[in-house]
């Protein structure tokens, strides 16, 4: 009755896939990286520059180092021990199911009497560890994918990409779940595998498209016109000159890393264990008390809020400094 | 002569070093029409000589380069004819072998000395590499050649140079840093691409000189890559000029640039600027582009931009006229037939 074509139906027809959109943010991001009008130092001096001035850079970076201190101090400042029970005899299953804040205990404690504020402290350690190393696993696999693709190219370079663009259309955080629910018993190491096997194809995308760019660049041409060996081309000449947009991928990869662990672990996925305190593990136990007692959500949630922000906020604003088309 | 000296396979001087014949280099995309970027090009170069290969963008020069290093890419490209360096044909060489040639035998300076080099690794182990790859020295005993090397190419403080990045060096200097690249392994054959186009006109000069002077010294022949007739008319024996894909004039530099026979010659020597002109002449330079160019098989290319042409330029394809040292390809060349 109205028009053959519905505006809203052909905006949404013309709306790129899920997979589409990921598939363009990397290949932006390898682009940016890849403008080779500036020299390498000269280029990071100069982002350097810019950083230190940049008020998001220095609030990350703040966040950051915070974080990380707090991890690796986190047995020594902990006023009690994750697994005592100091406030086992407040705890009133039917009427007063999580002890209130009280002198010795600034945010009171949890169902099982054990300090909150203590769990919290020590939960950034195992946050930190999954963050870290699965953004670590998945920048090697990226990096070994990608290097194999950029830099043999033809056939291996199309079947690499095309089981990256594969993964890249599944959901990310879906595909994790998958990996994650295949492991027969879950543990810390179930988040670091699956969140990596996510990682993997956006580094991997990111590094190949840089790569390509540098394998026609002039100084490759140089370098092979004095015939230079190729595996000397590829890891001498290409591969430290591609290597700084997924240096900064990993940085906002971080803060997916966490939240992803997070959500993995509040779902039942990750260490079940809870004399090592985690974050998302916590939250996931704070669920049956969350009309009586939010406070116990609130507070690693927060955490997870503050840190993923920090990682963020440093990983972008490092990626604008790098990328030629913002510098002013 | 003392290039003769350096000479090392080569039974007489006059044997060419390089013996480039119809070399025909043509670009296929898929569902495009082929375009033949080089269309039979012949030319010899022989030992301790300076050969220059000039003409305007789009002409096939450095098509012909990276043809005869094998760095044309390889997908979409094919390279017919023969480039017998030194007795062995280089476009029939394995990749492998190919490698073991450049940059020990023949060896290529670019056009723009710094995106030629590599940003992230200092001068001192890009030289040092090249000599560390072909003369399998290791890369402490490298290092003192690398630093004599910069030296001869006019470095100064060349041992606290290896430590720089390319970034931290002039343009000048950065294009010597390249030559010395070129020459670490004392190759036979050097082929400049242009060397000088990036650079400004001071620092022009002194990378011609050291050219010329290296060339000199080293008894290495240089094949030159240019559009700028006065780098020829500087440095080269020998001068090719080179129109949509085919040499249309050939010449020693002294005979082509006083009696020049082709009408492109003609037009190129003319559109060069000169001080001496009176003030208000107006430059003339040759009229079109290369976009208008005629296929070489049923016509001559240049014929729809030539001020010369007569009627059978548009039919049919000129014949080379002249020998391997002199000649020109037209039907109705500057100053009548030979």
Known sequence: MSDPIDPAVAED????????????????????????????VSLIRGAWLRLRRNPVFLTGAAITVCFVVLAIIAPWIAPWDVTARPLLDEVRPQTNPVPGPQPGHPLGGDDRGRDLLSRLIVGSRQTLIVGVFATLFGLIGGVILGTIAGAIGGAVDSLVMRIVDVMLSIPSLLLAFTVASLARSPSQWTLIVSIAIIQIPIFARLLRGSMLAQRSSDHVLAARSLGVKKRAIVFRHMLPNSIGPVIVQATLSLAV????????????????DQRQPEWGQMLGLAQRYISEAPHLAFYPAGCIIVVALGFTLMGESLREALDPKTRR | MTQHQTIRSSPRSTEPLLSVRDLRVTFQRRDERAFKAVDGVSFDVRPGQTVGLVGESGCGKSVTSLAIMGLLPKRGNTVEGEAVFDGDDLL???????????????????????SSLNPVITIGRQVTEVMERHQ?????????????????????????????????LSGGMRQRALI???????????????????????????????????????????????HDLGVVAGLCDEVNVLYGGKIVERGGRHGLFRQPRHPYTVGLLDSIPRLDAPRGEKLNPVPGSVADNLPWDSACAFAPRCSHRVDVCTREMPRWDGDDVVGFRCFNPVGGPR
């Open chain 2, 136 to 168: 399998g020295l290791s890369r402490k005993e490298a290092t003192p050649k690398a630093a004599e090397l910069l030296d001869r190419v006019g470095i100064p403080d060349p041992k606290a140079r290896l430590a720089n990045y390319p970034h931290q």
């Open chain 1, 257 to 272: 890393a966490i939240i992803d662990a997070a959500a993995l672990s509040f779902l039942g996925l990750g260490n079940p």
């Open chain 2, 180 to 226: 010395a690249m070129a020459l670490a392994c004392s190759p036979r054959l050097l082929i400049a691409d242009e060397p000088t186009t990036a650079l400004d006109v001071t620092i022009q000069a002194q990378i011609l000189a050291l050219l010329k002077e290296l060339v000199v010294d080293t008894g290495t022949a240089l094949v030159m890559i240019t």
């Open chain 1, 13 to 40: 027809v013309r709306r790129p896939s899920y997979g589409q959109r990921r598939r363009d943010r990397i290949d932006a991001l390898a682009q940016a990286g890849a403008v080779d009008d500036t020299p390498g």
């Open chain 2, 92 to 114: 029939s060489l394995s990749p492998s072998q190919m490698r073991d040639r450049r940059g020990a035998d023949i060896a290529m300076i670019f056009q723009d000395p710094l």
